[in-house]
């Protein structure tokens, strides 16, 4: 996500020439130097800093970009606030809502900027649904159906990364991308109430990760010597059933052992008047189903256009059929969190979307142990 | 005349099946008035008819097409035979008062279509019908096509453009019979005028793309100006590795667009122009299965698609209702006259194909037809 982000802001002042702040990148830093030297290279950032505090303490930083496995995040977060730096955290931003809250709660003493990584709702596809639901054209919403399915976990020899140890990870495949199907839940359908749901682990043992690993990727496990194996304590699939608040239901499923899915992320959602979806695969279109002549009635394939939030300085060749991609929605968000910065505003997903998103996830694994419905609780005072 | 209407098959290649099906399947529908029956079979292969026909359960076969045409069971024929043993059996069944389904391709070339189109006026000029086997306008997606491009909706026809992609002649063992692939795959011609375009000239290029067998061409293409302005395209393959049925009808006016792939025959893609306001502009995806589309009032509730079949079975619908009322056969049905004119275009491209040059439809008919006919 490191490069992700990277890329994203190196793209910014071509997409944004208008911006009101320009990002310079100045620091980079993580516990693996060869990794950090080479994304200093690749984006220009103009140093390598010993580590996160060097990176916090440094004067010529404003903001700092956190991309660590969740359960390191609270640490670096509340560092980072307290040295009156603004803050964007990578989702999800902690393993639980107290945790999340903890991080909230410091960013507003300190009276910093606090941007939540959630990058989905950002996608031009995505907003333009959000923006049919609010304006009322699908009306009353009754239902979401909802998926993240992948296959990065499916291979029992993919080593025991951090994504499958709770310690770094806080849990598994839920947090990570059922993370996101609460996301875009709650952006385009509203709070979530209750959550029932299950959680399945079919790869109990997996070989440890060579020294080299990164990410997915877990290098060669020759290299730590005789082959050696680990238990992994978080789930590779779960499914919810949820409520929200205004009386509409939602369906989630996400995996990480399904064969063959890369990186499907598919959204339905259906209203009283008509229907909308959106799969990642196709990232640049979205299908509407909306009243209108019996004859020819049926879903219409919409391509994101100039028109639609957010789209016009991502199709950068100046029309819809020419496609943005998955990068375009992190260029989207951080052109938005940017303009917030320059304008002293909050983002328009921050912190409390992470304390809120995490609340739903408390309660989908509550739900998975308990085996009944459980309500979505925040933490005290918000 | 008995109250069965009974039908006479003449051929038993693989369509005689779908042809059976279609008629065997007209029950299901509203009643026609009288039973259609199949009563004979005709074939030249003994033993591929014999089993054919028992295959279908006709008591009556025939290595003779004479016999079938002059049963006296037999009130209709259907001339399903490879295209050479078109004309004859066909005008033999006319001088005899007995209507004829003929598959498409009508007859060998133009002049041979032409004259099968005139035998076909005169016919109907005693009350006797003809049609011709062009069975994707029955696809209920392409009859609804139809309707919305006939009702100005699309605006005026700008461009049309088809496909027709099939790999058969590199895979398995399917042998070539000799046929041609400009007139193998006419219904991508016929669609042209099915939709409301005529043809005005041609320019066509053509390959055999495979080794051996008869010296034919395995695929085209063609670019065609159309009469009142507009551009079309034509394209063919029997030898387009992956595509099983990948046939796409596409029409673009000054109002909107539809288009439509057989591989997916249930739904048609639709653009109304007057849709593009607050972002929500595009395709509609129409799942062509209401009761109130084209042909569907017999069938499914909503939802439940039809298969290729489908066509069969309504083409044999409109032809046998007409028969048994008396009356002609539907607009959307294809007549001889469609077979003359999809001959003339299919001629206009093998002619252009050959020869390396712009052909004008008007070139292809006429005083210079009347002068090179045999």
Known sequence: MAGAHSTALANLPHLYPGLARRPRLVAVADVNATLANALATRFGYERVAEDAEAVIAAADIDLVVVCLPPALNREVVLAAASAGKHVVCEKPMAESAENAAIMLRACQTAGVFHGLGAGYRWSPAVRAIGHLIRDGELGTIRSMRASFMLDYGADPNVPLLWRFRRSLSGGGIAIDTGYHLVDCARFLVGEIEAVQALTATFITERPLPGADAVGNRGGDPAQTGPLRSGSVDVEDAAAALVTFEGGAYGVFETSRVAIGKRISLQIEVHGSRGSAEWDLERPDEFRVCLPGDPFTFGFRRVLVNPGHPGANELLIGGTDGTSIGWLGQECAMWAEFLTAIAAGRPGSADFSDGVRDSAVLDAWYAAAERGSRTAVVLPAGL | ?374
């Open chain 2, 1 to 374: 005349m008995s109250d069965v209407l009974g039908v006479g098959i003449i051929g038993s290649g693989w369509i005689t099946r779908a042809h059976a099906l279609g008629i065997r399947t007209l029950p299901h529908l509203e009643s026609l008035g009288r039973p259609v029956r199949i009563t004979m079979l005709a074939g030249r292969d003994r033993e591929r008819g014999q089993a054919m026909a028992q295959r279908l359960e006709v008591e009556r076969f025939t290595t003779d097409w004479h016999e079938l045409v002059e049963d006296p069971a037999v009130d209709l024929v259907a001339n399903l035979t490879a295209v050479g043993g078109h004309r004859e059996a066909t005008e033999a069944a006319f001088a005899l008062g007995k209507p004829v389904l003929c598959e498409k391709p009508l007859g060998v070339d133009r002049f041979e279509s032409r004259a099968m189109a005139d035998a076909a006026a005169a016919a109907a000029s005693a009350g006797v019908q003809a049609a011709c086997g062009f069975n994707y306008r029955f696809i209920p997606a392409m009859r609804l096509a139809r309707e919305i491009v006939l009702s100005g909706r699309l605006g005026r026809i700008l461009q049309f453009r088809a496909l027709y992609l099939q790999d058969y002649a590199v895979v398995g063992s399917r042998r070539q019979n000799g046929s041609q692939a400009v007139t193998d795959y006419a219904h991508i011609v016929d669609f042209l005028r099915y939709l409301g375009c005529e043809a005005d000239a041609v320019q066509a290029t053509s390959a055999k793309l495979t080794d051996g067998g008869p010296d034919v061409e395995d695929a085209y293409v063609a670019a065609v100006d159309l009469r009142g302005g507009g551009l079309a395209s034509l394209e063919a393959s029997r030898v387009a590795r992956g595509w099983k049925g990948r046939q796409v009808v596409e029409v673009n006016g000054t109002l909107g667009s539809l288009w439509w792939d057989m591989e997916d025959l249930n739904r048609l893609h639709v653009f109304y122009a007057a849709d593009e306001v607050d972002g929500t502009g595009g395709f509609r995806d129409v799942l062509v299965t209401q009761p109130d589309h084209p042909t569907l009032g017999p069938w499914w509730p909503a939802g439940h698609t039809i298969g290729w079949e489908h066509g069969f079975i309504h083409e044999w619908h409109d032809f046998a209702s007409a028969v048994i009322e008396g009356r002609p056969i539907p607009a959307h049905q294809a007549s001889f006259e469609d077979g003359y004119q999809a001959a003339v275009i299919c001629d206009a491209i093998l002619t252009s194909a050959r020869e390396g040059r712009r052909v004008a439809i008007d070139e292809m008919t006429g005083i210079a037809a009347a002068g090179s006919a045999s």
